[in-house]
């Protein structure tokens, strides 16, 4: 049994994995085995299980949640469902904890089974939307259509539960356009939070097929990086928080990935293309032959100075002189640029 305890100080979810089982599809991507790294379905022991180790680990109930990921939750037998929600509400009134989520497919949420999510105790449920593009879920055989997203997170949003949709940047037949047009059809849905999984394609599938014949190039990590930053933006700026970017960082997707977008500090090289975005909007309409000190928060000092510096990097490439501080009163992304004299860089031999 696997289970990850994520984020101990702030919020944190307990994620108990159930892969695969009771899945109908057979997505282009998926290879359940590599990304959740177990075979075995969860049972309500592994429930009970994973809680009292992360209580043993000082968990904070109020902020966690107990998630049920990796599979179709609601494609599973009703049998096995009800018995690991059984569990997990019984945890859940006996601790506190904040709520129980769920991740599922969107062709598999009716009235019916939001009652009985409803009834023991689920608060959030995500969907796999992957796309909005419907010749993209067709070629990567996701089963179900973007009106099938659409659809399912009204009755979501109806039943009254947080609605959290997932989507893969990089799939086979799509492109940064039809990527872009997803993450807008998304944000006119007005979910609670989203994960960006740019496609990483793993051993035994078939998107390895088509990677072996030639047929299905994925961008990688680089390639896919400066885009990313731009989707994050988009979803910040309307207000929906990004609780993933980039598939989760182990031992089984490093062994089983053959290409594509991946990188164990993904989301880092996407903020620090943003904080590199940022600075030059800032310095642009200053002098190049001053020198500046580039004041970032304190607690994002090296997303700002971007992978192996390479911001500072770029910023001296474009003729600038500066130095990145952090600074404790700045937040997010915010930036202050500061004069450091007045002697002209030209005069300042070393500088
Ligand atoms: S629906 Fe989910 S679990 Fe089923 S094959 Fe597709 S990605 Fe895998």
Known sequence: MRFGIDGIMKHANISIFVPHKGCPNNCSFCNQKAISGQTVPATEKDVFAAVNTALAYNCDPKNTEIAFFGGSFTAIEREQMVSLLTAAKCLLDKYGFEGIRVSTRPDFIDDEVLS?????????????????????????????????????????????????????????????????????????????????YPTVVLKNTYLATLFEKGEYLPPNAEETAPFAARLLTEFQNDGIKVIKLGLHSSEAVESDMVAGAYHPAFREMCEGYIFLEKIEEKLKLKDKKRQYTVFVPKKSLSKAKGLNKRNEKALKNQGYYCKIKGNEFLDGFEIEVEEINDIKVAYNAGL
Do not use: C, W
């Open 116 to 196: 009985v999510l409803k009834k023991y105790g689920v608060t959030s449920i995500e969907l796999g939307a992957q796309s909005m593009d419907d010749e993209v879920l067709r070629l990567n055989t996701r089963g179900h259509t973007a009106e099938d997203v659409r659809r399912a997170s009204g009755l979501i949003k109806k039943h009254g539960f947080s609605l959290g949709l997932q989507m893969m940047t990089g799939l086979y037949g799509s492109d940064f356009e039809k990527d872009y047009f997803t993450a807008r059809e998304i944000i006119a849905l007005r979910p609670d939070t989203v994960r960006i």
